[in-house]
């Protein structure tokens, strides 16, 4: 009798120690959930969801507990049996309020791309104006009339249109190479603000499987799969502004598919004495469907189109002896006008051995023309200096990302890997002395740029535990082509260039509640393709070295700060000023500081956050006290206090604040700074209407929007003078807007 127990317990043991490897799904509604958080309670093992919302956990057996938890979700916790060994099975997750008590530092993949899903959450996006401002420390500026695209701050870089942060959504780039008015310009008036899921950003060259331009950093959208509700909403305010929305599901009742279709339209005069004469059209809709269980497809169509009129940059003598208001104009011929057709398509599916594979491919058709005069009568005194640059062009590409899992006895690698295309076929690309945006007086550069961009990297992320290291590479290869039109001879120029991009990344969980990272790496802006091939540069991909080092705290369940030291290191900074058709070399250069944010929650309903970066920005080629790079800021700061769900008013308070800068190389010249707030507050009468008023500039301050040191001379004048001429920022105003949902 005491064999056969001994049989038995032995038997017992040892089928409660069989290991097994378990697969699930963690759903919502029917929906994947990608990125929750799955943890074995007993034998520590996890995994992260797939963009199927599967997981894979080996070391596993009867009796383990598993926890799933996603930011946004109810945790829920599981006790496997084996039936559900045996099994593929499904856990759905139930949705619940963002709340930074749920947010555990060593679950999410990301953990500050975590963070803004909450802010998104408590403060969501109302225009597009407040599109990347939801990136923590990115300070913007517009100064054309609202269809230019913003002029982006961050790190102490003056990025201008950005040249040194990289732009995607949906995988889709936003970035222009050779653009006609700027290297890098990024028009991100194509996207609808109520139609962002994510925003996923990160700052600094540490990161494999972004490119060009993502130097100070990088910003990705991605855009909601489905709706959760039809909507109709229509504002209306101050200066003629006025903006209609419709967005509207497709498809209903389907599991396996989702369609809807948004469509925005906005107009406005401005605050100005010459009218802007605004008008923006955006039309989206998406397509997804689920094949199987592990393979999806997206089709996303888009159209967009403004037109407007600008009252130009107005230089500050004007404003100081009473002839202008700063709302007047010197030449309000300024304007333009601009659209892009995009078409991306997204595929989805698991390979062989659970390795996944994510890919997609785009086109984009994209025409810009734009009429500037910033010198006014310096070059011509009898035509004035207006410039017209324009540009066809159209987009080829695709980007392709595999994932694999791999489990070790004492660690775990996640190995990535990508390739990718981009080609860039633009057409009659000009810049011209015109008159009053009709007679073209000049042609000062006419041509075609053929620019390609292929790209491949790797990336393995080894997981010992409490720490992370991550090595990766990536290879560029980018060929640039300029045919010039203006040549008496045939002119085709051709050159080539590659980079080999190393970077390293260690992160350290001390405890669930603080977590260390040293991020190292290379990067790299190109630079536009008539700039490499007609100055004949050596280094046509010059190179940012970067090193970031801080912490991720959360001291308390409510409170989380985030703190790291940087450095930044520029081989060149060669930069084409499409406005004057002339280069800037300003060689080597250095830009460190520090990054510090805070979160709140005071209580569910109200919820805190600050963003603050100090930088020191110097040229390493000029001397001491003439080192200074203009316009690049030195200290900034952003943040709001929201709040929702309050006897059904939802809003809040959000500011910005940038120092006085350096205008000028010596610093004898600043571009003055300025703090600017702005209110919104809403009141659902019920679950369908809702009423909401929001107000810019509330303590209705007199600040400059844009700033730039430049020597200009009006008719009248006989000398040039040179000093800071500016766009005036948004006065106090209002609009009100009435939403219905259904």
């Known amino acids: 009798m005491k064999k056969i127990v001994a049989y038995l317990t032995l038997l017992s043991l040892a089928f409660t120690v069989h290991a097994q490897t378990v697969k699930g799904y963690v759903m919502d509604n029917n929906q994947p959930l990608e990125s929750a958080y799955v943890y074995n309670q007993t034998s520590k093992e996890h995994a992260h969801t797939n963009q199927f919302g599967q997981f894979i956990i080996n070391k596993t057996k009867v009796g383990d507990s598993l926890m799933v938890g996603l930011l946004g979700y109810e945790k829920k916790t599981l006790v496997l049996t084996q039936s559900l060994l045996d099994n593929t099975f499904i856990i759905n997750l139930d949705a619940k309020a963002f709340v930074l008590d749920e947010l555990v530092l060593s679950e999410p993949i990301d953990v500050m791309n975590s963070v803004i899903k909450i802010d998104l959450a408590t403060s969501p996006i109302n225009s597009s104006q407040e599109i990347l401002r939801k990136v923590p420390g990115l300070i913007i500026g517009q100064h054309a009339g609202g269809g230019k695209a913003e002029q982006i701050f961050l790190r102490g870089f003056d990025v201008d249109h950005g040249t040194d942060v990289g732009l ?165 011929t300024e304007g333009g006008n601009t659209n892009r057709t995009n078409l991306n398509v997204q595929y989805s599916t698991i390979l062989d051995n659970d390795v996944s594979m994510q890919t997609n491919a785009f086109y984009s058709n994209y025409n810009f023309e734009l009429y500037s005069n910033f010198t006014f009568f310096l070059e011509d005194p009898i035509n004035g ?54 007679e073209t007086l000049e042609n000062i550069q006419l041509g075609n740029v053929n620019q390609r961009n292929l790209y491949g990297f790797f990336n393995a992320e080894i997981d010992l535990g409490k720490v992370k290291i991550t090595p990766a590479v990536r290879l560029e290869y980018i060929k640039f082509q300029y045919q010039d039109q203006l040549s008496p001879t045939y002119s085709n120029l051709t050159d080539s260039e590659v980079a080999i991009l190393p970077k390293l990344s260690i992160e350290y969980n001390q405890n669930n509640n603080v977590q260390w990272f040293v991020k190292s ?53 060669f930069v084409y000023v499409g406005d004057a058709g002339i280069i800037e070399p300003s060689g080597k250069s250095e830009r460190y500081g520090v990054d510090f944010g805070v979160r709140y929650q005071l209580t569910d309903n109200i919820y805190f956050n600050t963003d603050a970066t100090l930088t020191r920005a110097r040229s390493l080629e000029e001397d001491n006290g003439n080192d200074y790079i203009p316009l690049a800021p030195d200290f900034t ?3 709001g206090l929201s709040f929702k769900d309050l006897n059904n008013f939802s809003g809040g308070i959000n500011y910005r604040y940038v120092d006085d800068r350096p205008a000028n190389e010596d610093n004898s010249v600043q571009a003055e700074g300025y703090f600017v707030t702005d209110l919104n507050v809403n009141y659902a009468f019920n679950k369908h209407w809702k009423l909401g008023v929001s107000i810019e500039n509330v303590l209705d301050t007199d600040w400059k929007e844009t700033q730039f040191l430049t020597e200009s001379r009006l008719q009248n004048e006989a000398d040039p003078v040179e000093e800071i001429h500016f766009t005036p920022g948004t006065p106090f105003n209002f609009k009100t807007t009435l939403s219905y949902t259904f």
């Open 521 to 573: 790496g290379i990067g790299f802006h190109s630079n536009d393709s008539r700039v490499v091939l007609n100055q004949d540069i050596d280094n046509a991909l010059p190179k940012a070295y970067g090193l970031d080092f801080g912490n991720i705290w959360k001291p308390t369940q409510k409170l989380v700060v985030n703190t790291a030291l940087w450095y930044l290191f520029s081989e060149e900074e």
């Open 168 to 332: 995607s959504v949906d995988g889709m780039p936003v970035n222009m190479v050779s653009h006609a008015h700027g290297q890098g310009y990024s028009d991100l008036h194509f996207l609808i603000p109520e139609t962002i899921n994510t925003i996923n950003f990160g700052k600094g060259p540490y990161f494999a499987n972004h490119g060009d331009f993502n130097t100070a950093g990088f910003v990705d959208f991605k855009t909601k799969d489905k709706l959760e509700d039809n909507l109709i909403s229509f504002s209306a305010g101050q200066f003629n502004s006025l903006r209609t929305l419709g967005m509207f599901n497709l498809l209903e009742n389907k599991t396996s598919q989702n369609a809807y279709v948004a469509v925005e339209y906005i107009e406005t005069d401005g605050p100005f004495e010459s009218p802007q004469n605004f008008d923006r059209l955006n039309i989206v809709s998406k397509y997804n469907a689920y094949l199987n269980n592990d393979s999806k497809i997206g089709v996303t169509l888009s159209h967009f189109t403004s037109q407007w009129d600008a009252s130009g940059q107005i230089p500050q003598r004007l404003v100081d002896n009473g002839t202008l208001s700063n709302f007047g104009a010197v030449d309000d």
């Open 637 to 639: 700061l952003v943040g």
């Open 385 to 438: 200096d207006q410039i017209k640059q324009k540009e066809a062009r159209n987009i080829f590409g695709f980007n392709t990302q595999f994932k694999k899992n791999k489990n070790y006895d004492t660690f775990d690698i996640t190995y990535n890997s990508g390739v990718g295309l981009r080609y860039d076929d633009v057409s009659d690309i000009e810049l011209s002395h015109t008159l009053n945006r009709k």
